[in-house]
């Protein structure tokens, strides 16, 4: 399978807490995103950081990648209970002419307590 | 739109029937994507559109799926003879040919319609 592999599957964490997420990936990417879906909506995109980046900040989200070890990590800091949803990590292959190349993960669903 | 529609946000139907479910993409965006998300999953790939044309089909589970576009905008995905396995959130995404983000693909993604199988 061509797509990613986020880990833990479900985490719980106190409000003010850190949250990190782990994704990792098979094949060489053109980039990695981080998309947010809450329960029974669509995905939210929340970040990308390029092959040729190693870390991206946006506001409390803190993203890295190891392209060696084909692996990226979301750090939320501060968490807050609206945080609470499920994250996933996307995979956007090299160029392939014709096919897509946008990959999903099985996602981290993240609970945060008040 | 402002932003990517699908409807209907729900359908129960019976083993054996058709259903039709419809995705209305952000005006000006010529790639949409269908995605199914069963219970508690990832997102599995079904189709990807570009303008009217499918360039990659390779996602349909089988040839009970079948999805077409028109007019480079709205898209209906239909399930035929459906199954309890079909059971599942269908969601919709779509983006411009521009790619915003320098060539990314980054999504926009519909609510999703969520189709029961009884």
């Known amino acids: 399978s061509q797509q990613g592999e986020e880990d833990p599957q479900a985490l719980s964490i106190q409000e003010g807490e850190n949250a990190t997420m782990n994704c990792s990936y098979k094949?060489?990417?053109?980039?990695l995103q981080w998309y947010r879906q809450n329960s029974g909506r669509g995905l939210v995109h929340l970040i990308l950081?390029?092959?040729?980046?190693r870390e991206k900040h946006s506001g409390r989200l803190r993203v890295t990648l190891d392209t060696s070890k084909k692996s990226s990590s979301l750090l939320i800091t501060a968490s807050r209970a609206a945080d609470t949803a499920s994250y996933f990590c996307?995979?956007?292959?090299?160029?392939?002419?014709?096919?897509?190349?946008?990959?999903f993960g099985t996602g981290t669903r993240l609970t945060v307590i008040p | 739109g402002a932003g990517v529609s699908q409807s209907p946000s729900n359908k129960v139907t019976e083993k054996g029937k058709d259903v039709e479910l419809r995705c209305d993409p952000i005006?000006?965006?010529?790639?949409l994507y269908w995605y199914r998300q069963s219970l508690g999953q990832g997102l599995e790939f079904l189709i990807y559109?570009?303008?009217?044309?499918?360039?990659?089909k390779s996602g349909l589970p089988s040839d009970r799926f079948s999805a077409e576009r028109t007019g480079g905008s709205v898209s209906t995905l239909t399930i035929q003879r459906t199954q309890q396995e079909d059971s599942a959130v269908y969601l919709c995404?779509?983006?411009?040919?521009?790619?915003?983000?320098?060539?990314?693909?980054?999504?926009?993604f519909g609510a999703g319609s969520r189709l029961t199988v009884l």
């Open positions: 996307a995979t956007d292959l090299l160029y392939q002419t014709g096919a897509n190349n946008l990959f």
């Open positions: 559109f570009q303008g009217n044309s499918a360039p990659d």
């Open positions: 094949t060489s990417i053109n980039n």
């Open positions: 950081i390029r092959s040729n980046e």
């Open positions: 995404a779509s983006r411009t040919r521009d790619r915003p983000f320098s060539g990314a693909n980054v999504l926009t």
């Open positions: 005006s000006g965006h010529t790639a």
